[in-house]
């Protein structure tokens, strides 16, 4: 495998997608870095899809929209095919986002998990202070909740794995525990959390440091881990910072099933790269940044099945949305390549 596979279609979503809703959301700047969730729940509970009949199922991305003002908002696109999207002419409101301290300014990179029947986001969130975790439940009504919130450490791209281990919930994180030049904080570590309740969260151990002069030399975790028989394939993103400008890619990591701070294989080369214009063009140049997968087959006890397609959804340039395919064989394929 040398790397995901783009869709003819890419990007599958750009800003001139998003409706005006609202006066300054007139012509928005960007969409970029989605969460994306499959969960007939939401139907079970009368939240009917706005896209086409039929009785295929629905993916859903939670965008991270950009509007002139450089304020972020998030809203949501539903498929049925999984490449052509409809955005649902609302903002996506968080519930009890007002009373946190200290105060957000922006709330975006979404990444959703589906935990013990309750859909929960994990969003990284900017403060005066510096960036922060929140994580939320995403309703029925689709507003999210605030159920958890971690101004105790500077941390960014936290994701929920999708089950409890020896009964605890479970989250990778990354933080930031590097300054660059700029002034921007950043890591080179992801770490291994748990939590009892979603609200708590104690730093267990570090999983995967970067590796630098490479392609992968500051990180950040992507789309929720996926359980296989294997291990939990975990997609990334890595920043090459030695060729000037930085060039954010993705890359896989397997992790042990019961200890998923152990790292069973790393794959040598990044998985995508910035190559085509959208992706080397736009407000960040020479940026793909997964952030939401979608898997298309696995067993009755969750787990993927090797030749399941998977869809991984990323941002582009900081800009639109791109779409990449591949399949479980593939991602363990490249996450042992030495
Ligand atoms: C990271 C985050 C992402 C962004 C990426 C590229 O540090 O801020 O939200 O997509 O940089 O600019």
């Not at 002419?89 to 990179?109: K, T």
């Not at 910035?274 to 407000?283: C, F």
Request: one cysteine or more; aromatic letters at 8%.
């Amino acid at each position: 495998m040398s790397g995901l596979r783009r869709h003819s279609r890419n990007p599958v979503l750009t800003r001139a997608d998003i409706p005006k809703i609202t006066p300054f959301l007139d012509d928005v700047s960007s969409v970029f870095n989605p969460g994306a969730v499959r969960w007939n729940g939401w139907e079970e509970v009368g939240r009917r899809p706005t896209t086409g009949a039929g009785s295929s199922s629905v993916d859903r991305l939670l965008l991270r929209v950009q509007t002139r003002g450089r304020e972020t908002v998030l809203m949501v696109a539903e498929s049925r095919d999984g490449e052509s999207f409809t955005v649902l002419p609302e903002l996506v409101a968080i519930e009890g986002v007002d009373s946190l301290q200290p105060e957000p300014i922006h709330v975006y990179d979404p990444r959703v998990t589906v935990v013990d029947g309750r859909v929960v986001v994990v969003l990284s969130v900017d403060t005066r202070d510096g960036c922060f975790l929140l994580t939320t439940t995403w309703e029925s009504d689709f507003r999210l909740r605030v159920v958890g919130w971690s101004p105790e450490r500077a941390s960014r791209n936290g994701v929920l794995f999708p089950e409890r281990i020896a009964e605890r919930y479970c989250r990778l994180e990354r933080p930031n525990e590097k300054s660059l030049g700029s002034g921007v904080r950043t890591g080179d570590e992801i770490w291994f959390a748990t939590s009892d309740d979603l609200v708590g969260w104690t730093l267990e151990r570090p999983v995967l440091a970067g590796r630098w002069h490479y392609w992968d030399e500051l990180i950040g975790s992507g789309p929720p881990p996926i359980k296989t028989h294997d291990g939990w394939l975990h997609v990334y993103h890595g920043v090459a910072t030695h060729l000037g400008s930085g060039i954010y890619q993705a890359g896989v990591v397997l992790l042990d099933l019961e200890d998923p701070s152990r790292v069973l294989a790393r794959g040598r080369n990044n998985i995508l790269e910035p190559r085509e214009l959208y992706e080397m063009v736009g407000q960040v140049p020479n940026v793909v940044f997964p952030s939401g997968a979608i898997v298309e087959t696995t067993d009755e006890d969750g787990f993927a099945l090797p030749d399941s397609p998977v869809r991984i959804y990323y941002g582009a340039a900081d800009t639109c949305v791109g779409l990449a395919e591949t399949t479980i064989r593939e991602l363990l394929e490249a996450s042992r390549l030495q």
